[in-house]
T-cell receptor
Framework: EAGVVQSPRYKIIEKKQPVAFWCNPISGHNTLYWYLQNLGQGPELLIR????????DSQLPKDRFSAERLKGVDSTLKIQPAELGDSAVYLCASSLGGGETQYFGPGTRLLVL | GNSVTQMEGPVTLSEEAFLTINCTYTATGYPSLFWYVQYPGEGLQLLLK?????DKGSNKGFEATYRKETTSFHLEKGSVQVSDSAVYFC????????????FGTGTRLKVLA
């Protein structure tokens, strides 16, 4: 069974530029999560989707971050404009449903210069 | 609120040594508990989990027991290998209905040949 797929794996951009990350969850997983992992820290939830609905986006900085999961499968997380402090690893995870075990993708490592 | 505290690393051991990584938690209700492992440049891989008190999770020689009385979930392995070198994260499932995972800060393990 294929795991959670993320792309790109690495991204280097200049500040104020836009950037987007893509996630394809495990087939059949209705719940999708985006986490932010700063260096030396554990991941922290940004947003959770149940199918195509964002049911918890309380930790998403909505002035510059946006996310979508249009058909309830793939998801895109966008930052516009990026700031230096956004340099981190962005992890996508999925689970069969809310409360089920979460499986993580390899992450996208973002460096903002 | 819910939280996880892990012992600080790095932990450096010789091959075949006994490993213990301490993890304690604070939570209302009855969270599930997890250990994830992160190898360099990769995402989080589920190592083991326990869903209720006194459960023991085990995988690849690692094990951890859900101790409600001491609010702990310490990770142990009887004989570590060089290939076990990674960062280990303890996590719990939030009990407030968000389904997010709350992670510790991670413990880096380095095993020397």
């Amino acid at each position: 069974e294929a795991g959670v797929v993320q792309s790109p794996r690495y991204k280097i951009i200049e500040k104020k530029q836009p950037v987007a990350f893509w996630c394809n969850p495990i087939s059949g997983h209705n719940t999708l999560y985006w986490y932010l992992q700063n260096l030396g820290q554990g991941p922290e939830l940004l947003i959770r989707y149940e199918n195509e609905e964002a049911v918890d986006d309380s930790q998403l900085p909505k002035d510059r971050f946006s996310a979508e999961r249009l058909k309830g499968v793939d998801s895109t997380l966008k930052i516009q404009p990026a700031e230096l402090g956004d340099s981190a690893v962005y992890l996508c995870a999925s689970s069969l449903g809310g409360g089920e075990t979460q499986y993580f993708g390899p992450g996208t490592r973002l460096l903002v210069l | 609120g819910n939280s996880v505290t892990q012992m600080e690393g790095p932990v450096t051991l010789s091959e075949e040594a006994f490993l213990t990584i301490n993890c304690t938690y604070t939570a209302t209700g009855y969270p599930s508990l997890f250990w994830y492992v992160q190898y360099p440049g990769e995402g989080l891989q589920l190592l083991l989990k326990a869903t209720k008190a006194d459960d023991k999770g085990s995988n690849k020689g690692f094990e951890a027991t859900y101790r409600k009385e001491t609010t702990s979930f310490h990770l142990e392995k009887g004989s570590v290998q060089v290939s076990d070198s990674a960062v280990y994260f303890c996590a719990l499932s939030d009990t407030s209905g968000t389904y997010k995972y709350i992670f510790g800060t991670g413990t880096r393990l380095k095993v020397l040949a």
